[in-house]
């Protein structure tokens, strides 16, 4: 540190300011309107010390300055370099309470009527991803392009595959997200759901992967399905009613003619933060159980979408919304459960979830904004 700042002295530049005062203050030349030969009188030598004497004073004071501007000024740090990232796996799964999720399996005691739901899909974006190393600091994590699950911005976490009741889905399936991050240890995580607004209401046909599923998208003007999640819910008593779960911004609105939105209402990205994570031992767990458990599946509010599509007037949303820590008027209690959890070890430790088994699991969700 001592030599960098010896380094900075050296080469210091005078600011032009400084200059300008060091000018003003300098002795003057001579008066040669006295005459070749006059003697100066006293209160002529009186002057020239006192001009001396100012001179010297600003000289000190801007020597000062710049001591004090060298001592005050923050280093800044500089970006790691391409070649000192690594690769860092992010894994998620997918479960109904402790129960890892399966396409066309039952589960029941789901919502406030404990309903039994099988479930016919189950994927989500994500984009923003960053880290939380063990002194606190955050470090944004690049996203590493693996087709078709990933390109340099977006992942999709897709947990159907295309069998039983997700016959409508793909055979594949990606419980993971790879970053690029600085080696060192990290204990939390924090990530955005769903499509960035600049990407969210493109032509999904000039899209490539992970933004060229069409079951994923509604439209230029609502943009993409953020999180996807389609179900079947049946009581003992009771036929089986469709229930779904589409996440996506909604209130989009632009200029006159035009297809793509300039701004949206509610742009319901859940923004997610967790902590005690750390990447090389935990999972984190995206919990349906937890995320449907304020809600009514068997029921639907007359004159709307089947389910929650979003909207701000739909009470069926109010629910999800809260497991998510999104803001809604039908939004229930701070203490809904949450959609994602972290649970330590492998991913078959879902059930020390909720602090049930000796690790324990920690749960944090901070509010999505708009736009």
């Known amino acids: 540190m001592l030599g960098h700042r010896a380094q900075d002295r050296r080469s210091l530049t005078v600011p032009p300011f400084a ?36 001179s010297e004073a600003f000289m000190s004071v801007v020597a000062l300055a710049a001591a004090m501007l060298l001592a005050t000024t923050p280093a800044v740090p500089s970006a790691p370099a391409a070649d000192s990232l690594i690769p860092i796996t992010i894994r998620l799964q997918a479960t109904v309470g402790d129960t890892p999720f399966s396409c066309g399996k039952e589960y029941p005691g789901i919502g406030t009527s404990g309903a039994t739901i099988t479930a016919s899909d189950f994927r989500f974006y994500v984009h923003n991803v960053r880290l939380v190393t063990a002194r606190g600091d955050t470090v944004r994590a690049a996203m590493a392009p693996r087709s078709p699950w990933q390109d340099r911005e977006i992942a999709l976490l897709d947990f159907e595959n295309g069998t039983a009741t997700c016959a409508n889905g793909t055979p594949e399936t ?5 970053v690029l991050a600085p080696a060192g240890e990290y204990q939390g995580v924090a990530f955005t759901v769903g499509v960035p607004f600049a ?4 032509d999904m046909a000039t899209q ?15 943009g993409y399905k953020f999180l996807r999640v389609d179900m079947r819910a049946t009581r003992p008593d009771s036929a089986a009613t469709a229930w779904v779960i ?3 911004s909604t209130g989009c609105t632009g200029a006159a003619g035009a297809k793509a939105p300039t701004s949206c209402s509610h742009g319901n990205r859940p923004e997610i933060a967790l902590s005690g994570f750390n990447p090389a031992r935990d999972v984190i767990v995206a919990d349906l159980a937890a995320l449907l458990s304020r809600s009514d599946v068997r029921r639907n509010q007359p004159q709307t979408a089947m389910g929650c599509m979003a909207a701000p007037n739909d009470a069926d949303c109010g629910g999800l919304f809260a497991s998510l820590n999104l803001p809604h008027p039908n939004a229930t209690g701070a203490d809904t459960p949450k959609f994602f959890r972290v649970v330590r070890g492998t991913a078959t430790g879902a059930a020390n979830s909720a602090g049930s088994g000796p690790n324990g699991t920690v749960n944090g969700i901070v509010n999505g904004g708009t736009r």
């Open 19 to 54: 200059l300008w005062f060091v000018g003003r203050a300098s002795p003057r030349a001579p008066d040669t309107s006295w005459g070749v030969g006059r003697p100066m009188s006293p209160g002529d030598h009186t002057a020239a010390r006192l001009r001396a004497f100012h």
């Open 174 to 178: 990606n419980p993971q997200i790879t």
């Open 199 to 202: 990407r969210n209401h493109s």
């Open 208 to 222: 490539g992967p992970p933004l060229s599923l069409s079951r994923l998208f509604w439209s230029w003007n609502a």
């Open 246 to 248: 589409h996440l996506g």
